[in-house]
């Protein structure tokens, strides 16, 4: 496994140290970083390395059953396309595919459309990390080890705590606190998905206990996935903050399209051309999302009431908020 000391690789690799037996091998930089228990058990190896070391392995990559890649880098474009693309890929070749199993390949929702098919937009004009995420998926049929690999796309990331390093999200997530009673009495047309780290690690852990079938795997296309609970719009999500901290919404003004491109020009806000364009596509919504609920299991954190709860911010009442009923987008029905 790479990447175990992010936030969604530490609640992976707690996962598979404490619920599996199999003998686990965590290639990091830095083990100074990895905040759980390595010695809880016997099996549990921890290499210390860069990805761009990845040469240094090639036996042991030679002997992998389950390749688990969590490892990315997000900025300096430079760094960005030699370890999401180069040798990532490279990792992958030295992978023997009479010998391993699966190769769950973390990426990204942000590359795919509401098809779950590759969103050229974000191969043409996404950040540097969208653009390497891109580029390195659209590799993975020429690879030998192509039948094997299962693609993870994981829509917006909840996840942390005092032993867990947090996604980009849940660090920004106290400013809603701040802003939460202004923000009631505006609505706007979009949806998004969102997944906790600890429900990818139930997903990850079920993959690895019951990995695909050998049909089809002679087919080169790899299996995709996008992780996230069900889709939830932008209004549904400014009703449950309002309710966790007990808002009452009298009324909402509809924020448009056309005037928040007005303000942008009026005040010359400076905006990168993939900022602009999810302003203009709104509905980041996928087919068929998976999280441990469609796994047969449960999940940790399904709604958004639930990720306030977790991340630490105290609700203004104590009783218990019922999930939101979820509503289709428009443009989907």
């Known amino acids: 496994m790479t990447g175990a000391s992010g936030c969604i690789g530490h609640y992976l690799a707690e996962a598979l140290i404490q619920e599996t037996h199999h003998e686990i ?4 930089r830095n083990p100074d970083k990895l905040q759980i228990d390595t ?7 921890v290499l210390q390395a860069d990805l761009r070391e990845i040469e240094r392995f090639r036996d042991l990559l030679q002997t992998i059953d389950v ?6 880098a997000w900025g300096g474009s430079g760094e960005v396309f030699d370890i999401n693309v180069v040798k990532t890929i490279r990792l992958m070749n030295l992978l023997d595919p009479a010998k391993c199993e699966q190769v769950l390949y973390f990426s990204t929702a942000s590359i795919l459309d509401r098809d779950n098919e590759l969103l050229k937009e974000a191969g043409q ?5 969208i653009r390497s995420k891109y580029d390195c998926f659209r590799q993975l049929s020429r690879l030998a080890i192509a039948p094997k690999i299962v693609a993870l796309f994981p829509t917006l990331v909840i996840g ?5 390093p947090k996604s980009h999200l849940s660090g920004g997530l106290p400013g809603v606190v701040k802003w939460s009673k202004l923000i009631r009495f505006f609505k706007a047309d979009g949806s ?3 997944i906790h780290a600890r429900d990818i690690a139930q997903v990850v852990v079920h993959l690895i206990e019951h990995p695909r079938t050998k049909e089809g795997l002679s087919e080169n296309t790899p299996a995709k996935i996008v992780l996230g609970q069900p889709p939830i719009t932008v209004n549904q999500a400014v009703a449950e903050i309002s309710a966790y901290f007990d808002q009452k919404i009298h009324f909402r003004i509809p924020l448009k399209l056309w005037l928040a491109n007005i ?3 009026l005040f010359r806000i400076q905006m990168e051309p993939w900022d602009r364009f999810c302003i203009n596509y709104r509905h980041f919504t996928y087919q068929n999302p998976v999280n441990p609920d469609i796994c047969g299991k449960t999940s940790y954190c399904p709604t958004l009431s639930d990720v306030l709860k977790v991340t630490g ?13 979820i509503e289709t987008p428009q443009e989907e029905v």
């Open 25 to 28: 091998f965590l290639l990091v």
């Open 39 to 45: 010695l809880a058990r016997p099996g549990v190896h």
């Open 67 to 72: 390749a688990i890649l969590v490892a990315t």
């Open 125 to 129: 004009i996404g950040t540097g990390y």
């Open 160 to 164: 942390g705590d005092q032993t867990k």
């Open 192 to 194: 998004f998905h969102f």
């Open 263 to 265: 303000i942008i020009t």
């Open 313 to 325: 911010i105290p609700p203004a009442r104590s009783t218990q908020l019922p999930p939101p009923a």
